[in-house]
């Protein structure tokens, strides 16, 4: 099995607009199928970076001179290129998906389909895991964390299961977990725990806040008419990518200046996201909820 197939391949890569001897950043290495496309693209004197916080990522390192792998979170993207002396770059893409190998990784917790740990740390370095939140955060932050970034219908009733659960034993196991909020599960079991699993998974890694770190380094880094490509998979991340090209901000309210002229770092090359093709869900049904959008910096 792959350790991760690529959505939306040519289109995100397409995207960027490669200029052959251009610096380029692929965000979310992972299996490396984007930076090897991006690298056919590339002359012998162009360069690509590619960030990946899993230490499993490592593993899939490309040998060429061209590319460099940064053993980090891309939110700390702007510190990894000043330390390769680089300042701005042609263009960047971020595949914001977990990868297929996480979740087929039994051990790494993030799927529901599998007993393990309750881990679902993207960098094995963290301090923080499932079990820690699911045994510590309160009824009130079990609820925000289940009902904003799960959607999860009836987050009120299945954080008090778990508070309620956890008085007479932590949580540990996959398995244990679910045994204990099976009687609160509604409607598709599978859709309802993929809910669940996503909250937690999203909480653990800080997801949308390293976004939000992520987008805004982006407009300091790209050169004029870089491009930025980005590919996300549910609407928290989506309305955060649309609001920030759309708007230079995460309200997504227009910033006028004292003259008022209303700030637009980046111009928007596609109007509308871009999604998988039916031929491509088939193939990898992971991407059926993808979407894509470019923008250019102003």
């Known amino acids: 099995m792959s350790y991760h197939n690529p959505v939306l391949l040519h289109e995100s890569v397409a995207a960027l607009n490669i200029e052959k001897d251009g610096v380029y950043v692929d965000a979310t290495f992972g299996g490396g199928g984007h930076s090897k496309y991006i690298l056919e693209q590339l002359g012998p004197n162009g360069k690509l970076f590619s960030f990946d916080q899993d230490a499993d990522a490592a593993a899939n390192s490309l040998n060429d001179p061209r590319f460099n792998f940064v053993p980090a979170n891309f939110r700390y993207l702007k510190r990894f290129l000043r330390l390769n002396g680089v300042k701005q770059v042609n263009g960047i893409l971020a595949d914001l998906g977990v990868s297929s190998h996480q ?39 079990l609820i925000k964390i289940l009902s904003e970034y799960g959607e999860v219908r009836n987050s009120k009733t299945l954080a008090k299961a778990i508070v309620d659960a956890r008085r007479n034993k932590k949580f540990r196991t996959i398995q244990q977990f679910l045994s204990a909020i099976e009687h609160v599960v509604r409607g598709n079991k599978a859709r309802y725990l993929a809910q ?103």
């Open 103 to 141: 979740f087929n990784e039994a051990d790494r917790g993030f799927s529901y389909r599998f007993d393990a740990d309750l881990d679902m740390r993207m960098d094995q370095q963290a301090d923080t895991t499932a079990a820690d939140i699911l045994n510590q955060y309160n009824e009130n932050e």
């Open 196 to 298: 669940v699993f996503q909250a937690l998974r999203i909480e653990v890694n800080e997801e949308m806040e390293v976004l939000k770190e992520f987008l805004e380094q982006c407009m300091e880094v790209l050169q004029p008419n870089g491009r930025l490509s980005v590919i996300s998979y549910h609407s928290l991340e989506d309305r955060l990518v649309k609001n920030f090209i759309k708007k230079g901000n995460f309200k997504g309210e227009f910033i006028k200046d004292d003259y008022g002229n209303i700030f637009r770092p980046f111009k928007l090359i596609v109007k509308k996201a871009i999604e998988p093709p039916a031929e491509e869900i088939k193939r990898n049904p992971r991407a059926r909820s993808a979407k894509l959008r470019i923008a250019e910096k102003i």
